[in-house]
Structure formats: C-alpha cells, structure tokens
C-alpha cells in the first residue's frame, strides 16, 4: 500500500514538475522570440491569468479547436500572474485540457514595461487575445473571444489560401 502511494505522489510531482518547466518567462524582449519563431506563419496570442473570470471559457474553447485544427491553428499562452504562480498556473492549464500549447508567464517585477513592449494601448485587462496572420499583422480582442471569429479568422488564415 505504501508502495502504491509513493508511486502516486511520484507519478503526481513528476507530471506536475514537467509542466511548470514548459512555461516560459516572459521578460523584456520575450515578444519578438514569439514573433520570430512564427515568422510567416499566422498565430493567436491569448493573454491571462488566474483571477479572469472569462478566461477559462476561452482557453477550453481555444484548446478544443486546437485538437480540431492542429496543423493549422498556433496557439500561445501568456499569463500575466508571476513566477511565483507557475505551478497554480501549470495545474490550472492542465485542468482546461490543455496539454501541447507554448505557455509563459510574466516575469518582471515591473508588469507595464512588457504590457508597453506588447502594445502601447494596453493596460493590462484580461483575456486580451492577439491575432496575427501571416505577415504579422494583429485583430486585438478584449474579452470573451467568440468561437464563430476564431474560425472565421482561421478560414481566413489557412496557408493554402496564401498561394499566388
């Protein structure tokens, strides 16, 4: 029995230290490193954090349409708690099913100079979801994202319809 039980708590702290090490820290600069990795590729870039009341709605919503177009739909998390919330924040995620998505979390002890460095307009409301096309052009939306303008974004942003 005892053996059973170390083996849970184990398997438990293991998955659980696995998933706070995918997440990212967002410090000055950690913008463009998103950017240049999709270069030419559309994305959508959701910013969260743990005390948004619509957010969980919108990445169970995100995470469904990730399994359905995997291929075709990029997604990243950016929350915007700190570093001391990582493993709240990897629980939390993985609670919403989420599994294969690039997470970071705020990492500076000044929030403001990376909302300025993400958009001068924004201060800091939450969900706030970015989405960008091929050329790295942006939709901003604040609030609940419909899941109708996702998949219209989508159709819209497919890589065969970019052949010319």
């Known amino acids: 029995m005892i053996k059973h039980l170390f083996l849970l708590l184990l398997l438990t702290f293991t998955t659980t230290a696995s998933s706070v090490e995918n997440i990212h820290s967002f410090t000055a600069g950690s913008m463009n490193k998103i950017l240049s990795a999709r ?21 169970k919503m995100l995470n469904k349409l990730k399994q359905q177009y995997r ?18 924040l990897a629980s939390r995620v993985k609670s919403y099913g989420i599994r294969k998505i690039e997470q970071w979390v705020f990492a500076s002890s000044m929030p403001e100079q990376l909302r300025f460095e993400i958009d001068k307009r924004w201060y800091g409301e939450v969900p706030r979801t970015h989405f960008y096309n091929p050329a790295h052009e942006r939709i901003v939306k604040t609030g609940l994202v419909e899941k109708k303008f996702v998949e219209q974004w989508l159709a819209d942003n497919k890589p065969e319809s970019k052949l010319h």
Do not use: H
């Open 39 to 59: 270069e030419g590729r559309p994305f959508i870039l959701v910013f969260w954090n743990l005390d948004c009341q619509y957010c969980p709605t919108e990445l």
């Open 71 to 88: 291929k075709e739909l990029d997604v990243v998390l950016v929350s915007t708690d700190t570093l001391d919330d990582v493993p709240q």
